[in-house]
């Protein structure tokens, strides 16, 4: 079983919809972040949380670190949100390069 | 924040042939990570780079077949080896942010390698 989780692997919806993301780890962990990868393969932090939720225009991140689970959230998603969207842990003691990755979730969104 | 670059972008290259690939960020940092993403699988970290030291590597990458350059706080290489088709990957460098955005972790674009 992988240590990060995500689900769905791939996920299409309509413009306009509101997009859910899961991530769930099982190891013990200081930070999580969200990443976003394009097609080109260049990689965009998006958020990196220990707890709570935070916010950045329409993407809101969540996590629950009793349930080790997080979530991405999109509202009112658009065509140029289309990427792959990466959940990647960093395990607790350990060196900030040492995240442990998801396999990441594919969106596209569809005009 | 932290802007990253990368030379080259993408390469094709033969098996047997060796690739070094730059990476230059925009201000000084003490750790440089290099990533490797095989095709359809997550990222998987090869080694951490220290200026002034050997590079640390990661269980199953070892420094004949990657060695790592740090010359200073700016810059890094990697150098794939002795390349074969199980090489093609996309290689990303990193850097963790050291301002107010303390433990942020930055990507460069990545290099996109395919061998032949």
């Known amino acids: 079983k992988n240590e990060v989780e995500q689900s769905p692997q791939n996920l299409t919806a309509q413009e306009g919809e509101f997009i859910t993301i899961n991530c769930s780890y099982s190891v013990g962990i200081s930070a999580l972040h969200w990443l976003q990868q394009h097609p080109g393969g260049g990689i965009v932090s998006l958020f990196m949380l220990s707890s709570g939720k935070k916010k950045h225009g329409r993407l809101i991140a969540t996590i629950n670190i009793q349930e080790k689970h997080s979530s991405l959230h999109i509202t009112a998603s658009h065509p140029r949100d289309s990427a792959v969207y990466i959940c990647a842990v960093l395990n607790y003691g350990g060196s900030q390069g040492n995240l442990i990755f998801g396999k990441g979730t594919k969106l596209s969104v569809k005009p | 924040s932290a802007v990253i670059s990368q030379k080259p972008s993408r390469d094709i290259c033969q098996r047997g042939t060796s690739l070094t690939i730059q990476c230059q960020v925009d201000?000084?940092?003490?750790?440089m990570f290099w990533y490797r993403q095989q095709p359809g699988q997550s990222l998987t970290l090869i080694a951490t780079?220290?200026?002034?030291?050997?590079?640390?590597?990661e269980s199953g990458f070892v420094i004949d077949k990657f060695p790592i350059s740090r010359p200073n706080l700016t810059f890094s290489t990697l150098t794939v080896s002795n390349m074969s088709p199980e090489d093609s990957s996309i290689y990303l460098c990193?850097?963790?942010?050291?301002?107010?955005?303390?433990?942020?972790?930055?990507f460069g674009p990545g290099t996109r390698l395919l061998v032949l």
């Open positions: 201000s000084q940092v003490t750790m």
């Open positions: 990193s850097v963790e942010g050291a301002d107010d955005l303390g433990g942020t972790q930055y």
């Open positions: 780079a220290n200026q002034g030291s050997e590079a640390t590597y």
